[in-house]
């Protein structure tokens, strides 16, 4: 089983809507979380990190849920800009472990 | 301030050659961390160096080598290339300091290799 698993999607979107998405973990004793975002061909990039109690930047908003080690992901308002594939994460002191990533698309 | 950065941005190379893969950190971190992206999947952990030592190592071959320099930069190096070793290879970088945990990892733009 893989460490991280997500929803590939791909979740095609109109402008302004709400799309949501969840990762699950297979490791409990897992120390941290993030979402990464990934444009075409580029780098990932940090977008948050999860905490359990929830935590919201702008439109987004991610969710941990360490019970049922599931992870999720919000985004409210969807621009064009948003398109991207998001890369769920799981963290210790040394590495970071993917999922293969769920990809968004927003149409005008 | 410049983030990190990485050398060659593409390379081509043939089945059974040797290449070396560049990362320069961004300022202030001293930990370097590398992850090989193939199409369609996430980045995979291949090793991370801090103070001039491998400190952990993902589930890859010998043929997977890297290096830290005292100014914190890193070579990554994989000999006897094999088709399935093309991908693009990211090098991320943090600041560990003296035990105070692992920071966020910054990513550089990638290495794409392709092998023919």
């Known amino acids: 089983r893989k460490e991280v698993e997500q929803d590939p999607g791909p979740f095609n979107v109109p402008e302004g809507a709400t799309v949501a998405f969840n990762c699950t973990y297979s490791n409990s004793a897992s120390q941290s979380f993030f979402w990464y975002r990934q444009d075409c061909r580029k780098e990932p990039k940090l977008l948050m990190s999860v905490y359990s109690s929830g935590n919201e930047d702008g439109r987004f908003t991610a969710q941990l849920n360490r019970a049922s080690q599931y992870i999720s992901l919000l985004i409210r308002d969807s621009k064009l800009s948003d398109s991207a594939t998001y890369l769920c994460v799981r963290g210790n002191d040394y590495k970071l472990s993917f999922g293969a990533g769920t990809t968004v698309t927003v149409r005008a | 301030d410049a983030g990190v950065t990485q050398s060659p941005t593409h390379l081509i190379k043939t089945r059974g050659q040797q290449v070396t893969l560049r990362c320069s950190p961004k300022s202030g971190h001293d930990t370097v961390s590398w992850y090989q992206q193939a199409l369609g999947q996430g980045p995979q952990f291949i090793f991370q160096y801090y103070e001039e030592e491998e400190r952990q190592r993902g589930n890859f071959p010998d043929r997977f080598s890297g290096h830290q320099f005292p100014n914190y930069s890193s070579e990554l190096n994989v000999n006897a290339l094999l088709l399935g070793d093309s991908a693009l290879y990211l090098c991320?970088?943090?600041?560990?300091?003296?035990?105070?945990?692992?920071?966020?990892?910054?990513f550089g733009p990638g290495t794409r290799l392709t092998v023919l």
């Open positions: 991320a970088s943090s600041f560990y300091g003296k035990g105070g945990g692992a920071g966020t990892q910054y």
